[in-house]
């Protein structure tokens, strides 16, 4: 098929770019635009790893046609921190040792992100539950439990 102008917001920056109509998001963020912090991983959506936020709400950039996204705002990793300074959630992943080999890390933030954004004040029920679309094969999950619940304090405080 022919490739087709599809307008994006990513990390607040419009991009107007002409892409296939069966790419993925995640393709079209890492092989378009160059913006490789979403990772892909597993391709069927089982993993989480390749979690952005679309309009606010977490999506399976894998699974997620492009084209689907257009004239939204999406946000990576990359767009987390704001002015070199890291975002709360990328601070508390870093101090409660929540990243190892940090494959899983930008999609366990942003699934992070979405969570906070509409609970600011979870248990660590809800913390799993949020999270529970997101695998780690290094962590073992109670420093990432840890790091939100850190973050959701810390954010209660004025932090972002």
Same mark, same amino acid.
Request: glycine fraction near 10%; hydrophobic fraction near 40%; charge should be negative.
């Given at each position: ?33 160059? *913006? ?6 597993? =391709? !069927?959506?089982? &993993? %989480?790893? @390749? #979690? ?36 709360? *959630? ?6 409660? =040792? !929540?990243?190892? &080999? %940090?494959? @899983? #890390? ?45 973050? !959701?304090?810390?954010? %209660?405080?004025?932090?972002?």
């Amino acid at each position: 098929m022919a490739e087709q102008m599809v307008k994006f917001m990513v990390n607040g920056r419009s991009y107007e770019i002409p892409i296939e109509p069966h790419m993925t998001l995640v393709e079209v963020l890492r092989d378009k635009l160059d *913006i490789t912090g979403t990772k892909l991983s597993c =391709g !069927a959506g089982e &993993c %989480g790893a @390749c #979690t952005v936020l679309i309009d606010g709400k977490p999506a399976l950039s894998c699974l997620t046609l492009a084209m689907t996204a257009r004239e939204k705002s999406i946000l990576t990793i990359e767009g987390l921190a704001e002015g070199g300074n890291l975002h709360p *959630i990328q601070k508390a992943f870093i101090e409660h =040792g !929540a990243i190892q &080999c %940090g494959f @899983c #890390t930008p999609g366990m933030i942003l699934a992070t992100k979405a969570l906070l954004d509409e609970n600011p004040n979870p248990n660590r029920e809800e913390v799993k539950k949020a999270l529970a679309g997101n695998l780690c094969r290094c962590t073992g999950y109670v420093k990432i439990v840890d790091a939100v619940l850190a973050a !959701a304090e810390e954010m %209660g405080k004025g932090g972002s």
